[in-house]
């Protein structure tokens, strides 16, 4: 998906996947925010008040832009889950032909997101706050 727009919050992305010339496939990959096992007392502090800690795939879908009603919709099915998560991250898959990719073909980029997250590598998606804000990472 390519846009000239900057998005700032969930809305601005399914309304500019949902502008491509190319019919789209979103793909999602929830985390969660965690303190490794052999984290110190310093540690734990610091991840109280939001700070350190890894992010951990917990949950993966992907969704034709048309299938989501909104952001808030995105969160309730989710939950659904029992998977907490905090950030969520998002790319997407481009069709072909007026074709929309379907969810078998989103399988490996799923895989990919996945082990990108889990290397550090999130500044390759856009990312969201459970509030639908986007998240920027420097």
């Known amino acids: 998906m390519t846009t000239a727009a900057t998005l700032d919050d969930f809305e601005a992305l399914l ?3 949902r502008e491509q010339e190319q019919l789209q496939r979103l793909l999602f990959v ?3 925010r965690e303190l490794g096992q052999h984290a110190t007392a310093a540690q734990h502090e ?3 008040c939001g700070v350190g800690g890894h992010l951990q795939p917990v949950l993966c879908v ?3 832009p048309q299938d989501i009603a909104s952001f808030a919709v995105l969160v309730e099915e989710s939950e659904q ?3 907490h998560w905090d950030i969520v ?3 997407s898959l ?3 032909g007026g074709v929309a990719p379907n969810s078998d073909e989103a399988d490996q980029p799923l895989r990919f997101m996945v082990n990108a997250i889990n290397d550090g590598r999130v500044g390759e998606f856009a990312a ?3 509030a639908g804000n986007a998240l920027r990472f420097v």
Do not use: H, L, M
């Open 89 to 91: 991250f998002v790319g």
């Open 15 to 17: 309304q500019a996947a």
């Open 46 to 48: 610091s991840f109280a």
């Open 94 to 96: 481009e069709g072909r």
């Open 128 to 130: 969201f706050d459970r």
């Open 81 to 83: 889950t029992g998977q």
């Open 30 to 32: 929830f985390a969660r």
């Open 62 to 64: 992907d969704k034709a």
